[in-house]
């Protein structure tokens, strides 16, 4: 049960990461058309480094 729970915890981790990527990649017009706005897309941006995933990757708790 542990097992399949950490391979779901890798799974989000890695969607976020993946995530963030794909919106760093946004010209600011979409991101302006979508409501994004700056201080947020730069704060979520800034955690799209493989740093920030291994750090996700290395909090995982049981719920």
Not at 21 to 47: C, N, P, T, Y
């Amino acid at each position: 049960m542990i097992i399949i729970a950490l391979l779901q915890h890798f799974s989000v981790c890695f969607q976020r990461y993946l995530s963030r990527k794909k919106l760093a990649s946004l010209s600011h017009e979409l991101r302006k058309d979508m409501g994004i706005m700056q201080d947020s897309f730069e704060k979520e941006v800034s955690k799209g480094n493989v740093f920030t995933l291994v750090k996700e990757l290395s909090t995982f708790s049981k719920k």
